[in-house]
């Protein structure tokens, strides 16, 4: 059988994610042909594959990590909430239903199948895999029908690992406790603990690391420091909850202002943006915020109906108008974009039981919800307005809106090929609003080199291109690894596993 690893938590947030991504690198460095898997995942930021198909963003940088095209079977089930009570069931890439937690709850054993099938495939190409659980393994209530944490650590034959984040308080009460919420056929499977994000002088905490061992039978593995400033994109509204504080060096030369909808989706988007240091960005939920920054971001949204009526009630619409008449410059992505045209409609209920609601009308466009989702890799020149030359552009569509030309007023066309049957990028006449369904276009160094020209006008000084955001990522993805071989018995693990490799 495939050797299989797998990270479950003493939480949420614990390091699951990070430790998952960490040893797909570190075996990936050691000649392993290792691939990732967690086999459901609730997030609103997803990507697609070459395939055109949708997965989890963790999953998608997990795959980077290990250097490989990212998969569906490494993601088979994806929860995307829309709205406090529902959420929108993928399976294998493509939209299956949309649900509420009590639907899920009795559905989801049926989707273990699709699950199985995921991992043997993967299991057959794949050297060694690394499971990741979601939240806790010993939610009794959701026990029953778990097909993500233990019971794939059974079907997996998986030796398993407890992360827990110290950073937060608690780490002895989440351990102990979660070890003696674990069956004692499910002990059978545990090696060990880490210990995340660590501060100070880890020789202080040996008496910890010996009460663990004598409390539980079981070893801490490794007792890993806080990494300050380490780039991994987030999936969820935890990781987002880090980004209300501004990032970037005050100084810099473009401060991008990103409103926070209350079901933000992709947010990864704007990842490059903070990680260049010609950007300073900042998120915010209060439209006092908007004025003082040299451009919007409206980002994508998961309810577009809501989330605009969240901008109505906020106050944000009005701003936008007297913001956008003293020259400021708006960018919408996806649903985003959307909500910068005249109108929406949603004849199917897809999103709303509203049936249409009037936009901005920044933009001469009018969208309509369909029941099929678009989910497409896209390429191809992007021109921004007051330029002549395109600057070649990669991402990804998901939108289950159509978009179209609502007269025949001028509407400038921003990627090569468009037309008013495919607006995938468009700006107002005057060339100061854009909308567009491309995400993660600002991982293109070029993209942003000309996002700077386009904001900053005559002062292009900045724009010269002095940021590769794909050497950052790998930077980051090695410092993640050498960090981790540091301060983990990673041989010890490997033993466990029985991978081998030296």
């Known amino acids: 059988m495939t050797p299989a690893l797998m990270f479950l938590g003493t939480a949420s947030e614990s390091g ?6 960490a040893f797909c690198r570190i075996l990936q460095r050691k000649g392993v042909r290792v691939a990732p898997f967690k086999s459901q995942n609730m997030a609103l930021n997803s990507g697609v594959t070459p395939d055109g198909r949708e997965m989890g963003r963790a999953q998608i940088v997990q795959a980077e990590a290990a250097g490989i095209p990212p998969d ?16 929108q069931i993928i399976v294998h890439g493509v939209v299956r239903d949309t649900m509420d937690a009590a639907g899920y709850y009795r559905e989801k054993i049926n989707l273990w199948p699709a699950v199985t099938r995921s991992y043997d495939r993967l299991a057959k190409k794949y050297d060694v895999i690394i499971l990741e659980g979601a939240g806790s393994p010993v939610e009794i209530n959701l026990k029953e029908n778990d097909i993500v944490n233990m019971a794939m650590a059974d079907y997996a034959d998986a030796r398993v690992i407890l992360v827990a984040d110290i950073d937060r308080g608690g780490v002895f009460a989440s351990i102990v406790g979660t070890v003696e919420l674990l069956e004692p056929k499910e002990r059978e499977r545990l ?9 100070g002088d880890a020789g202080l905490f040996q008496s910890g690391v010996a009460y663990i061992r004598q409390r539980t039978g079981f070893p801490v593995l490794g007792v890993v420091p806080h990494i300050r400033d380490l780039y991994l994109p987030g999936e969820d509204s935890v990781a987002l909850d880090g980004k209300n504080e501004s990032s970037g060096d005050i100084s810099a030369p473009v401060s991008v202002c ?9 947010y990864t988007d704007f990842d490059a943006l903070e990680a260049d240091p010609r950007f300073r960005v900042t ?9 003082r920054h040299n451009t919007v971001i409206i980002p994508g949204s998961k309810n577009v109906f809501f989330d605009y009526r969240f901008l109505e009630t906020r106050g944000f619409t009005q701003t936008l108008y007297r913001y956008r008449s003293q020259g400021g410059r708006i960018v919408g992505v996806c649903g985003g974009y959307q909500m910068l045209g005249r109108s929406i409609r949603d ?5 709303s039981h509203e049936r249409e609601i009037n936009g901005m009308g920044l933009l001469p466009v009018v969208s309509e919800m369909q029941k099929r989702k678009v989910t497409e890799r896209v390429q191809g020149g992007f021109c921004f307005p007051g330029e002549k030359a395109h600057i070649p552009y ?15 007023q001028d509407i400038c066309f921003l990627t090569s090929g468009s037309t008013e049957e495919a607006l995938t990028a468009v700006a107002s006449p005057d060339g100061k609003v854009l909308g567009m369904y491309v995400h993660g276009i600002f991982d293109s160094d070029g993209m942003r080199d000309g996002f700077i020209r386009w904001v900053a006008g005559e002062d292009t000084s900045h724009a010269a ?3 590769s955001y794909t050497c950052f990522k790998e930077n980051n993805f090695n410092r993640l690894a050498d960090v981790v071989e540091a301060h983990v018995d990673v041989h010890s693990i490997m033993e466990a596993v029985g991978i081998d490799k030296s």
Do not use: C, Q, W
């Not at 699951?16 to 991504?21: D, L, N, Q």
């Not at 090696?191 to 501060?199: A, L, S, T």
């Not at 990103?258 to 992709?266: E, G």
């Open 16 to 21: 699951k994610s990070i430790m998952t991504a």
């Open 191 to 199: 090696i060990g603990f880490v210990i995340n994000k660590f501060r």
């Open 258 to 266: 990103i409103i926070r909808l209350p079901h933000i989706a992709n």
């Open 465 to 467: 291109s002095s940021f």
């Open 283 to 291: 998120y915010t939920e209060t439209p006092g915020e908007i004025e």
């Open 72 to 87: 569906v079977d490494m993601n088979p089930v994806l929860l995307k909430p829309t709205s406090d009570k529902a959420s």
């Open 394 to 408: 990669a991402g990804y569509e998901i939108h289950m809106g159509r978009t179209a030309v609502a007269d025949r």
């Open 347 to 351: 004849p199917h209920g897809v999103e």
